[in-house]
């Protein structure tokens, strides 16, 4: 099957992409499903002694994927690297993908920092009003992502790291987010 230009025709997209949570699972899904659409965010990232380093706009996207039983996101901002150019191949870019998992009754969640290499492959769970994304990482340092203040409208995201189990945690970088309108 081919396209106009010849090129072979990869239907990826249409595979992936999702109307609504899977029926099974809704009440479940809705913890991040909740976020589907469009955000505007600030991107915010301290340094070790939180100081603010970097404060930029930037776009995250969520959808429902793989037959409404994941969420994908797609976070994009200007990369300090490239000078801040916000356009593509200069920018800062990633995905994440969460599904439940009934069996433990939690979210896996795998994010893909592609410009930074970075990987992670965590845990997210519901903590009170908030969202918790956990992981350890290879050296030991505790790594939480929240979800925090959310409204139908607005969150705001923040980034903790401990190298004590825990004490004590030093804000590594946070999001304000913005349900963009039609």
Do not use: C
Not at 41 to 58: H, L, M, S, T
Not at 79 to 95: A, F, H, S, V
Not at 156 to 163: D, F
Request: net charge positive; glycine share 12%; proline share 5%.
């Amino acid at each position: 099957m081919g396209t106009p230009r010849g090129r072979p025709e990869f239907p990826i997209l249409e595979m992936l992409r999702a109307e609504k949570p899977h029926s099974a699972f809704r009440a479940k899904l809705m913890l991040f499903g909740q976020f589907v659409g469009v955000w505007d965010v600030e991107v915010i990232f301290y340094d070790e002694a939180g100081n603010r380093v970097y404060k930029q706009p930037g776009v995250w996207s969520f959808a429902w994927v793989l037959d409404g039983r994941a969420i994908q996101d797609v976070l994009v901002y200007p990369n300090p690297e490239r000078g801040l150019k916000d356009t593509p191949g200069n920018r800062r870019i990633g995905t994440t993908i969460r599904f439940y998992d009934s069996e433990a009754d939690l979210w896996r969640v795998g994010w893909f920092g592609v410009v930074t290499g970075n990987v992670g492959l965590m845990t997210g769970r519901q903590v009170g009003e908030e969202i918790w994304i956990e992981e350890t990482e290879p050296d030991g340092t505790l790594t939480r992502w929240m979800f925090t203040g959310i409204t139908g409208n607005q969150f705001r995201w923040k980034g903790t790291q401990s190298v004590d189990r825990g004490k004590s945690w030093r804000m590594q970088q946070e999001m304000l987010a913005q349900r963009r309108t039609a």
